[in-house]
């Protein structure tokens, strides 16, 4: 196939029907309209989401799974009960799903078979299971997913999302499986650093099932708290100061909880590498329960219509990937999720099968002491957000009769200063706490609103505007944070399950494990970085809180490594992976721009890149048909977009428009169309809508460091319950 005949894909035809390759593999897909639905509550504690400042203490928000300590009778008591095992070994979850903890070692040069005494991981698992019929009882490879982070879970991400992703990727056969890496939520020992031992333990040696996680989550609390009204790095002339002080601080708790435990410490090994290892473990581990499988049809497979298509799989003529992907990782990640994609296909490039890596992170910039790069594009899409209250008028609340774009600039500018003179202050009705919205409220609130415009320019501009009438609505209310849920009965009622208490230091752990050189710059060097970056970002103030949480980290990765900025980007080849990636950037991505899409494509041989026409983290940010009918393809057919060529000036990759933006919704549109394929298109629109309300509701990379910020889909329901449309 030459790949002028891709390019014709830029008018949204969905190209796994249009393309036909010399090869063809003839294939049935099943068709299955998929109407049910989850009652998934947002968050265990809505108080922690509003109240932790992770560039602050060192440490991030973490997902819960229910808003409250079970879903349609089911437990995190039950899943703690679940014993390990070295085998897959399913049971029964949260109704319509199955649950796994597998044991894998923790160290890889200490394997498990060696000695019963070498430390261990137990992987949380969560699989969507797919309809199958007849004799097959399981997917030939599973889908994983991450959402990204680092930190982010994708148990929380599968068990909120699996059937619309399924239905996204039009596959409601494909099993879906959402894991925890490393030190993340289900998965034990959980990367914590607050939470300690009893001093009066009986027992010699210290284990992470007697630390007391209710006090740990009670001072981490407690800690982020003291330093909340530091606000951003420049909010005045010692916050820089402050922060880097806190900063160290938590450095060094994790250090002394590290030292706890020696060699056999989760905080040495939670690094992508490891976690990359771990994939390759799930991946095996699928393969032996699936054989295992009796062949025999299942009770539970439903009769289903299907219709012949030929779906084909494909490369630039004559190479030779197989599609087979049996014993091969098929995996989409986001955000972070790239980097841990990217890092499996450089160990294993021969047990690729399918990688979908979307919302691209520059591996060579995330090992490296600070990151700046990653903000290239964020005034591009700041930029647009005149732009497009101006293109709504009336429908924007920031937009003024006779406005032109700079008008709705200057007004916003307008409000910033005042707030940076005059903060809003109040009594929280419900709470009886004094409240106040500064400027670092409105900024962090802003550069949130980067990563999904189409959704959060409309309220960002309510916001504004309320904020320029003098209004303190109850919406900027919530933004601050003092809820109803703000008192102590958390920590002193009886204790949950552990696995119910959010906030952990994985994220932390992560980044920092992952850096080539460690970051311990002195005040005037970091200063200086600041300045620099001062004159690539408006929101240099935000990112640099966030990037700055390494300093002074002096914990050291141990088990498997990967040194991305000396292997493999200073090879002369590209890495040849057994069936070529597939990268998604966004033309103007707030924390991973199209810059790192096109280097990292750059990096493997055969690679497809997607630049999708939109503002936003990830595809998610924005619908296209486009993008997904390539992503459709690429998983069911293996359709590879061609591999980019040139660089941003004068390149040549696929591009997709988006039919979406802010003020404009494509959903609303396309639900009113009659037909069959309207019906399948308007089901395809609502499992897009899902699947970015679960990811909206985890903190992205970029986002740490304003997790006092409620997440965007708590934003959401704020705004939609004051009787505002976000369309």
């Known amino acids: 196939m030459n790949s002028t005949t891709y390019w014709t894909n830029e008018k949204n035809i969905p190209v796994w029907r249009e393309i036909e390759p010399p090869n063809t593999i003839k294939t049935r897909r099943r068709r299955v309209l998929l109407a049910r639905s989850l009652a998934i509550a947002a968050v265990l504690f809505l108080w922690w989401s509003y109240h932790s400042v992770p560039s602050l203490i060192g440490c991030r928000k973490t997902e819960t799974v229910a808003g409250a300590d079970w879903i349609e009778g089911y437990r995190f008591d039950d899943f703690e009960s679940i014993t390990p095992s070295e085998k897959l070994e399913w049971h029964k979850c949260f109704t319509a799903f199955q649950c796994a903890r597998l044991t894998v070692p923790m160290d890889y040069n200490r394997p498990l078979n060696a000695s019963k005494d070498n430390p261990k991981v137990h992987i949380g698992l969560l699989l969507v299971p797919g309809i199958h019929t007849g004799s097959e009882k399981a997917s030939k490879s599973p889908l994983l997913i991450n959402p990204g982070g680092p930190g982010g879970s994708g148990f929380a991400f599968a068990l909120g999302a699996g059937r619309a992703i399924q239905q996204l990727f039009g596959a409601p056969d494909q099993d879906v499986v959402g894991f925890d890496p490393r030190g993340i939520m289900m998965t034990t020992p959980r990367a914590d650093c607050y939470s300690f031992p009893p001093n009066n333990l009986t027992s010699s040696l210290p284990s992470p099932d007697d630390e007391d996680y209710v006090q740990g989550s009670y001072h981490r609390f407690l800690w982020a708290q003291s330093g909340r009204e530091i606000g951003f790095i420049n909010s005045s002339d010692v916050a820089l100061r402050k922060l880097d002080t806190r900063i160290r601080a938590t450095a060094k708790l994790c250090q002394t909880k590290d030292e706890l435990y020696g060699d056999d410490g989760i905080l040495q090994y939670v690094s992508t590498p490891n976690v990359a290892r771990d994939m390759l473990s799930i991946v095996d581990a699928w393969d032996e329960w699936a054989s295992a499988l009796s062949n025999e049809p299942a009770a539970c497979d439903l009769p289903v219509k299907v219709k012949d298509e030929e779906l084909h799989s494909s490369a630039d003529g004559d190479i030779p990937y197989s599609p087979d992907t049996k014993g091969k990782l098929v995996f989409w990640g986001l955000s972070y999720g790239t980097m841990l994609g990217a890092t499996f296909a450089s160990m294993f490039p021969d047990r690729v099968g399918r990688l979908i890596l979307d919302g691209v992170v520059d591996a060579d910039g995330f090992v490296g002491p600070l990151w700046t790069e990653s903000s290239w594009d964020t005034n591009k899409n700041f930029d647009s957000f005149a732009t497009y209250c101006h293109k709504a008028a009336k429908r924007c609340d920031l937009y003024q009769d006779g406005d032109e774009v700079q008008d709705i600039a200057t007004r916003f500018q307008a409000v910033e200063m005042k707030l940076r003179n005059e903060p809003l202050t109040w009594i929280d009705e419900q709470s009886k706490m004094p409240a106040s919205f500064t400027e670092s409220h409105l900024r962090g609130l802003t550069f949130q609103s980067l990563y999904a415009p189409t959704i959060m320019f409309p309220i960002l501009a309510a916001v504004v505007s309320n ?77 640099m809180s966030f990037i700055l949480i390494c300093d002074g980290y002096g914990i050291k990765n141990k088990g498997l490594t990967m040194d991305w900025d000396d292997n493999p980007a200073h090879r002369s080849e590209p890495i040849k992976t057994s069936f070529p990636i597939l990268f998604i950037s966004n033309s103007a991505d707030p924390v991973t721009p199209l810059h790192a899409g096109l280097k990292m494509a750059k990096k493997f041989v055969d690679a497809g890149l997607i630049e999708q026409k939109s503002e936003g983290h990830c595809s998610l940010s924005a619908p296209s048909r486009c993008t997904n009918d390539w992503m459709q393809g690429y998983l069911k057919a293996g359709i590879v977009p061609p591999h980019p060529v040139g660089d941003l000036s004068d390149g040549k990759w696929v591009e997709c428009r988006a039919e979406g933006y802010p003020w404009k919704s494509y959903g609303a549109e396309s639900s009113e169309a009659q037909g069959e394929d309207a019906r399948a298109e308007t089901e395809r629109i609502k499992a897009l809508n899902r699947v970015q309300q679960e990811l909206g509701k985890m903190k992205l990379w970029g986002t740490q460091s304003l997790d006092w910020i409620p997440t965007m889909q708590e934003l959401v329901a704020v705004y939609e319950a004051q009787n505002h449309c976000t369309h």
């Open 467 to 543: 904020l320029h009438e003098g209004i303190i609505d109850e919406f900027i209310k919530q933004l601050v944070g003092n809820s109803p849920y703000f008192n102590s009965q958390p920590f002193c009622g009886v204790p949950l399950s552990r696995f119910s208490y959010p906030g952990d230091e994985a994220g932390l752990a992560v980044m920092c494990g992952d850096k080539r050189h460690p970051l311990n710059e002195t005040l005037p060097n970091l200063e200086k970085e600041f300045e620099s970056l001062s004159k690539m970002s408006y929101f240099s103030d935000v990112y």
